[in-house]
């Protein structure tokens, strides 16, 4: 049941990608930054559908606790689908640092905030 409750948290523990914007500090080259742009907007297709069943299913974990009804296994899927969308945002970061120079990336991680990341992400 620990493992559930963390899982929950996931959201809040996602390492939150800068914005576009904060990238263009890093002088990306035109491939760099279509390739980043592909990048992003496979990783939004992607959370878009699953952002859509975890508000659903939060939904049905209210009915459950109001009904009193088992709420286990709907917590279970809210968990599966933030840690799908957690594994998705962290698979873009890694393709976006791989699209980066060395230079850009070291230069990427001193723009970076000191602590640890807020749940909506860090404040840009």
Known sequence: MKLVFALLLLP???LAQP???KLEALKLTDTQRTKIETLRDAERRKAIPLEAD???A???LEDAIEQGGATGP???RIASLRGQMLAARVATRVAVRAVLTPEQRTKLKA????GPP???GPPR
Do not use: G, S
Request: proline fraction near 9%; aromatic fraction near 0%; charged fraction near 40%.
């Open 74 to 76: 709907i917590v279970d």
């Open 58 to 60: 939060e939904m049905d």
């Open 19 to 21: 914005p576009l914007e």
């Open 12 to 14: 809040a523990l996602a």
């Open 54 to 56: 975890v508000r659903l």
């Open 111 to 114: 723009m970076r905030p000191e």
């Open 118 to 120: 807020h749940r909506d």
